[in-house]
């Protein structure tokens, strides 16, 4: 385990005011529900990284993530005259000072050796199982051999994200290798570049190229509704972490056998191509026999 998290949900929550402790690994997914308090912690000695993703539109300044803290210099608890903290502990007023006043931190703090043995446990929760899913346990949607592969988390196979309204994929290109232009009809992706690097396409309403640069790790890539992307990875491969914000995304895909080309017919395709026989035969046999993963041409 990399770390400890606990969180407390929502009142409406099932098992709600129960603090829930979960332990942390490589490639967990944790949805935090609306409303719900939490703690995350790093027992290692070494770092940890925790992407933290959501949906910002509803966001007290939207677009930015609005940071509700108990505790600590900027805590809410702080906010309050010692006569309102007071009454709503049953404490006198010196004793709201000490609950308000002691924690100067902001966000993120550094515990003693004693402080840290003190830290909760990981420990078992009727909802716990329920709670965290991780990449590495999970069989891929599309492997493709010297392409990578694509694996998904969604309302249908992880149904504590309804809780977050929002799905994730995890997407790993080898050496060169291509994701072929998919799309969502119904919802914003966000790709955070985890490790590598490459390049990348943005194609908006009336064929307009919105994006055509270079992508590391460390960078963010916003795709919107109805644009297609494309990524082509760089000589050390990539992988990216992808939100989207709907628990059952609608993905279209322009290439590969699961596309939209090949399921229209040989009639259509010509006609909306202004193509010859000869080319859509060809055009339609590698469409047919080709997949949404493309490994490098040498």
């Not at 949900?9 to 099932?14: H, R, S």
């Not at 027992?43 to 910002?56: C, L, Q, R, Y």
């Not at 991780?134 to 249908?156: I, L, Q, R």
């Not at 504590?160 to 994701?179: P, W």
Request: hydrophobic share 45%; glycine share 10%; aromatic share 10%.
């Amino acid at each position: 385990e990399l770390g400890v998290a606990g969180m407390v949900l929502p009142n409406d929550q099932k098992h709600s005011q129960e603090e829930i402790v979960l332990g942390l690994r490589k490639g967990d997914v944790i949805p935090v529900p609306l409303g719900s308090a939490s703690w995350w912690y790093n027992n290692g000695s070494s770092d940890v990284v925790i992407v933290f993703v959501g949906e910002t539109s509803r966001a007290y300044v939207p677009g930015e993530f609005s940071y509700f803290l108990l505790t600590g210099a900027q805590g809410i608890l702080g906010g309050f005259s010692s006569e309102f903290t007071g009454r709503a502990y049953n404490m006198n007023e010196n004793e709201a000072k000490i609950l308000a006043k002691s924690q100067t931190g902001v966000l993120i703090i550094k515990l003693g050796q004693d402080e840290s043995e003190k830290i909760p446990l990981p420990h078992q929760h009727g909802n716990a199982n329920l709670m965290v899913n991780n990449f590495a346990n999970f069989p891929a949607d599309f492997c493709v051999k010297k392409a990578g592969m694509v694996t998904s988390f969604t309302g249908s196979n992880f149904p504590f994200l309804e809780q977050v309204g929002l799905s994730c994929t995890i997407l790993k290109l080898d050496a060169n290798a291509m994701l072929s232009p998919t799309y969502t009809a119904d919802s914003v992706q966000v790709f955070y570049v985890v490790k590598g690097s490459g390049k990348a396409q943005i194609v908006g309403l009336n064929a307009k190229l919105v994006l055509d640069s270079e992508v590391e790790a460390g960078q963010l890539l916003v795709v919107p509704r109805c644009f297609v992307v494309a990524i082509i990875a760089g000589p050390e491969g990539i992988e990216c972490f992808s939100i989207t914000t709907s628990t059952r995304p609608a993905l279209g895909k322009l290439g590969g056998k699961q596309s939209v080309m090949n399921g229209f017919s040989a009639s259509v395709v010509k006609l909306a191509l202004n193509v010859n026989e000869e080319f859509l035969k060809f055009f339609k046999a590698k469409v047919a026999t080709s997949e949404m993963l493309i490994p490098p041409k040498f």
